[in-house]
């Protein structure tokens, strides 16, 4: 009697320490990855990135367009972009490259500040030039003021699309209404009228220019891996142009056209 009654308690006694101990290492890795993107993220010197902007031909205004990079070590993630001027068919521009790593992360980006005015309130387009790798990219806009979940003023977002290119293929070229910018906050588009309908875009409050590989759209919505990619990988976009187009000019799109790439 004394036997059949000491059994089963001895077994549940061990699966309930193997349980504990299952938790305990389970929360144990839970608090190292916490702690590696707490480090990562303490040795992610953003100002110093901004003092290394890197000059570039390209500009906007009256802006030559030096360029930064910002990439997801800003919340502890491995992704790392290694942008360069250079140039590719004799044509001089910006080399946005890197490996993105989505273990913690998921994006990169450059950003380059330009003068307030740089775009006039009468600017309906902007027209880029460019040679991808078949990813889809984004270009984004805002005032330089923080846009991330917690920020007060939106970052204003457009998707490109590119295709993969040789050095000796045309380059192509994407006509983008500004009209079509959607707000953003960290990733997460405000696509309903009522919350868009917060936000006014005025492109004479504009202070800097970005471009960007995500794992989201400029909608909020996933990137597909066949135009962004999985696991770690590298990344290529080179920006030969950046020019802005006014309202009423002959090069202008018409209100209902969506940006599009053109070969």
Not at 153 to 165: A, E, G, H, M, N
Request: hydrophobic share 35%.
């Amino acid at each position: 009697f004394f036997l059949a009654t000491t059994r089963p308690s001895k077994s549940r006694e061990m699966k309930a320490t193997a349980l504990r101990l299952l938790l305990f290492s389970l929360f144990s890795i839970k608090i190292s990855l916490v702690m590696g993107n707490v480090m990562r993220m303490a040795r992610y010197d953003r100002a110093a990135n901004v003092a290394a902007a890197i000059p570039s031909p390209l500009t906007l205004g009256n802006t030559q367009l030096a360029w930064h990079r910002l990439d997801d070590g800003v919340m502890g993630g491995r992704s790392e972009t290694t942008h360069a001027a250079i140039e590719v068919a004799g044509r001089p521009g910006i080399h946005f490259a890197g490996t993105i790593n989505t273990n913690g992360g998921g994006f990169a980006s450059i950003r380059a500040p330009f003068e307030a005015g740089g775009l006039s309130d009468d600017t309906s387009c902007l027209r880029i030039k460019f040679r991808g790798d078949g990813r889809t990219y984004k270009v984004l806009l805002s005032d330089g003021g923080s846009s991330g979940p917690m920020g007060g003023s939106p970052s204003w977002q457009i998707d490109l699309p590119t295709t993969k290119l040789g050095p000796e293929d045309e380059a192509q070229v994407a006509t983008i209404p500004l009209e079509s910018f959607v707000p953003s906050f960290g990733g997460r588009a405000a696509l309903k009228k009522e919350d868009r309908n917060k936000f006014n875009f005025h492109a004479s409050e504009m202070k800097q220019l970005g471009l960007m590989l995500s794992l989201r759209l400029s909608d909020g919505s996933s990137n597909p891996k066949e135009t962004y990619g999985e696991g770690e990988f590298d990344f290529s976009l080179f920006v030969e142009s950046i020019e802005t187009i006014s309202s009423g000019t002959s090069n202008a799109k018409k209100d209902d056209e969506k940006p599009k790439s053109e070969l």
